[in-house]
Each structure stands twice: as structure tokens, then as C-alpha cells.
């Protein structure tokens, strides 16, 4: 078995298998915690609990004016590498054929334009991200492995996926042959290494963020709080 | 006990536990605690970091320690190793260590002098953590490890002997006569029914007796049917801010216990945030169903009462600036009911930079204030709240918690700055409308 048949086959199946049953693990552990029903009654006129969380969800997605001078910067810049991540994954050609091939699911590509303007995007702002890690007082107080392994193999897959993009998007798609079979096998694993890794550590708060906003937005909004 | 010579870093343990018996007391009550909602929070967090830019601790001094998020930290790993989803794998790999007796030393300072519990962090965080009730949390662990400022320790060993920190109820009848004497107001004590049963903050019961005859003049032009009851009068509950539950259960019983006895339909709180948080959002949980009464706060109720026509206020027409209390206004809500009520007393409301929401806190919140230790902390903090006031160029500076009232004068003093912190009730007693 060759290092690609490795991760197009059984590095990829059981990577996802973990990536899935873990996360299913982890978010039922935590639904599962006791909780207590709040028996105050609630301020006149507050809206319903979904009302509420759903409020919470929408408004956590932009900071207050009270706010944006200290974290504008921080913000852009994690919409920056969110939003170019997301473009990347869902919308490169290569990669929706690779999920076709998986799954038989297909939508239509981006431009290979927008890709690449895209994943620049994302790894200068994926550098600019460690740098305030690094650098900066409070991040560094804060920070444990977690967020450097998370780091890690977030950027892996980037940084491995741009050095194969070297073709247009149909030209790769064309070919039968796979001409870089060891750096596409390199990349492959480095995705792979971020789905086992993604249950375990914070970038699992792209399951939990809104479960997260939306239990306070249902204790504050029950209090008559203006979200 | 207090280990503090002098400056910080200090902490102060009560008991003889050895040292391994209060980490295991601290985490035991930490893996009790964590419900569903704290699990989310905790698990949630990406250490952004951006909790710190509004902390008002972080911000006046800079120091990186008091990132809000970082005053978790000891909780978190309790957390990771007792009930997270892969507890077991944690322990057995040793991937977060277990806190130390040394890690709660550390941490009291971070939990007891240097948090507010005023929640302003939830507002910037983007996975929206409340952080203020993990903190709380952190003291419920605190507090059973005996490791709490000996200041506060003091209150509460003091409420759990009088069930107040002000005066044992069996005082009050002389107290409240006294203060009637002196405002020349009726204050009913201990009467067998009444509709109202009125609370007090304890600083009301000693020399800001103003704020109680304040209430008892709005009442009794109210014409309403109230009395104030030896039995539970003190609203204040250091066992909500302390982390002592036991505590905080029996002070939140005797109020509303007290209440259902007398036949009363509502309890009105003071001009107390803490108070509010304790009684207003917590009492049911501890009653064990919904409250047979009513709670409000006083700012609420002095809202109501002005529209309904109950009383009536002769506008002082001139700019005033409002300092929103974290418990009453970011943690409970009423904030359109304290600007109602300034605008019935006529005032040109000059908003400060941060109101709301998004206001800072007096420094005091949380029993920092009473804690004396903090104190130079506190008045770095002042600052914040002395430049937006000043910036207003407000006439009046008005407040609706007593405990905010007492730290901005305290922090006003410390600094020389002549400016009088207003009591919103206190105003409207004195505009009352004949």
C-alpha cells in the first residue's frame, strides 16, 4: 500500500470515524451535565428561549461599539481565516470532487481566482493569529497546547494543500493520473490529523459556539436584558 | 488567618483543615457544580483573549493576571479532569494537572479581590461565557476549602450568628426607631400582615439610615401597606457573594419565609445589586418552586409607582449623568426602568461613554468593596468611572445601588474629587409631589 492508498483508504475512514463519534461523544457528555430549570419568573415581555438564544447568536457575531477599539483588529482578523478556511474547504474544485468521490455529494466550484486570493488570506491571517499568541501578554497567559496543536493542524493542511495547487483547478480534475502522489498523500494526512485531533481540542468550538452564546442569551434574555 | 504582610499577593484561610483537605474540599464542590451551562462555557472557550479588553481590572493596571478568562484556570483543569467528556483519558495521561493548595492561594486574589462578578466580559466574548457565574462557581469551591478574605469571612461568620452583617434582627425595632426619629418618617416594624415586606442593605441600618426613611417616605405617600420584619430584613446576602450557599439559602429563606408569614404579596429590595441577584433571579431555586411573592428592586418599583400616579415628582430639570449597577442593569434587566424614572425627575440624561450593558463597574461589586485588601485595586479602577463622569459634564451623578454608592465615594475621596454620588430613590423621596 502506498502512502496515498494509506490516506485515500483507511487514513481517511478512520480519522472520520473518530472525527464523528468523537465529536457525538463529546458534545452528548456535555447536554448530559444536570441541569437546573430556572424557576424566577421572567422579566415581562422577555422573549422566548430560542428567541433569546438565537439573539444571543446573532449579536455575539460582531462586537458592541462599547468594544471595537480594543478588538476590531482580532475580530477581522478571525473572520479573515474563518471565512477563508470555509471558501477553501467548501469551495475549491479539487475538494468538492474529493467529497464527491466520498460521498457523491457535489455543488458548484469558485474560481480558482478567489481560491487562491482566499487561502493567502487565511494563511496570513492564520500567521497573524500566532503572532498575537505569541506576542501578546494576555494571549500568552492564556494559552495551553491545545491552542498550538490546533494551531498546528489548522495551518498544516493550508500550507501542505497550497504547495500541490500549482495547476489550474481543471487541469488537476482532467488528469487520471496523480502526478504529485506524495505531496497529495502529505496533504491528505495533514487533514486527517485535523479530524482526529478536532474532538479533543478547542476547534471543537465550531460545534459548540452557538449551543455556548445561545445558553446565555437564554439566562440573560429571561432577565429582561438587552442583548 | 491572613498570610498578607503588608502588599499583595495575599491570601487568608479560615479553619484547620490541613492543606490537602481543602483541595480536595475545593474540587469536590467544583465537580458538584458543573451543570450543563458551565460545561458549555468551559468547553467553549478558544482563549481569544479578548475577555480582557473589558475588564476594568485589566485595563487600569495592564496586568495580563487579570484577563477574566485566566481566573478560571484552576477551575478549568478541575474541570478537564472531573467531569469533562474525556475526564479519564485526562487523568490517566495526566494531560491538565490537578490544582494545587498553592494554585488557590494564588487564585484567591483573582476570584475575591479582582472580580466584580459585573459580567461585563460575557458582552465582548464571542462565545459568549459567562464568565461572572464560573467565577462564581470558583468561590462556591473557594469558600468550602476555606479560603476567602478574612474580611469577608468576618460578614459572613457574622450573618450566619445574626443572619445579617448589620445587626442581629432582634435590634431592628430600635434601629428603624431611631432612623424614624431622626427623618421624621414612620417606619412600621414586625407588624402580623402587611402587603410589602421592605429589606434593607446593611449600610441602610447604620449611617446611611437616609436611604431607609428615602423608602419608607415613598411608601407611605404610596399609601401602601408595608413593614419591615425582624425576621428577614437584610437583603444584602453575603453567602451569594462569598461562594457560601449554605448561607445564601438561609438568608434568601428567612426574606421570603418571612414574607408568605405576614401574608405579603410582594418583597421589595433596596438599592442593592447583589441583592437583586440573589433574590430576584436565585430565590426560587433555593425556595425549591416558583416564589409565592413578588421581587422587586426599588428602581422597578419607584418606575411603577410613577406610572401608575401612586406618587408624583416635581422635575429638577438639570443634566445627569447615571451609573448603570452590573447586578440591576447588565445581569438583571432593568435598565430602561432606571431612565424612567430620571426622566420623571426632569433630568437631561448625559449618557456616560459606556452605559447600559456595556457600563463599567463601580470597582465594588461582588463584596470587593467590603474586602479590604482590595482596596488599592479598587481605586485604581475609580478612575475609569471618574473620567466618563467628567466627561459628561453632568450637574447630578446618580447611581441605584447602595454598594456602588459606597465605592465611588470611597474612590472619590481617595482621590479628592468633590462630587456627590446620588441615590435615584433618595432623589425622587425628596421631589415627591404633594
Redesign the interface.
Known sequence: MTLLEFARGPGLYASLAVFVVGTL??L?????????P????A?EG?PSKLAGALH??VR?MW??P??QH??LA??LN?YAFHVGLALVVFGYAPHIAFVERVTGLSWPALPDAVMYLAASVTIVALLIALMMRIF?????????AD?AISWTLTFLPMFTGMAIASEPSSVILARQDVVYAGPLAVHLISLELLLLWFP?G?L??SV??A???????V??SH????? | MSAAAGQAPAFDSQGTLPDAARVDAALGSFAREFGVTASLHLESCVRCGLCADACHFHLATGDPKYTPVRKLEPLRRAYLREASPFAPLVRALGLARAPTIDDLHEWQELLYDSCNMCGRCTMVCPMGIDIAELVRLGRHGMFKAGLVPERLALMDRTARQWGSTATPGEDLPDILAEAAAEHGVEIPCDLPQADILVTAAPAELGEHTKALAAAAKVLNRAGLRWTMHREGFDASNVGFNNGDLELQERLTRSIIDTAVKIGAHTVLLPECGHAYGAARWEAAKWYGKALPVRVMHMTEFLDELIAQGRIRVNPIGESATFHDPCQIVRRGGLEAAARRVLGALGFELLELQDHGTTAFCCGGGGGVVSNQRATPLRHKVFRIKQEQVEATGARHFVTSCGQCRITLEQGAKHVGWNREVESLLELVADRMAD
Not at chain 1, 501578546?136 to 495551553?144: A, E, F, K, L, N
Not at chain 1, 449551543?211 to 442569551?217: C, D, E, K, Q, T
Request: proline share 7%; net charge positive.
Open positions: 461523544w463529546r452528548a457528555a456535555i447536554l448530559r451535565r444536570p441541569a437546573l430556572d424557576l424566577s419568573p422579566r422577555a444571543a447568536n455575539a462586537p458592541r462599547a468594544f480594543g478588538t482580532a475580530t478571525g501578546d501578554p494576555v494571549r500568552r497567559g492564556i494559552s495551553t491552542d479533543f478547542k471543537m468550538h459548540l459556539f449551543l455556548s452564546r445561545g445558553a446565555s442569551g439566562r440573560l432577565r429582561g436584558v438587552g442583548l
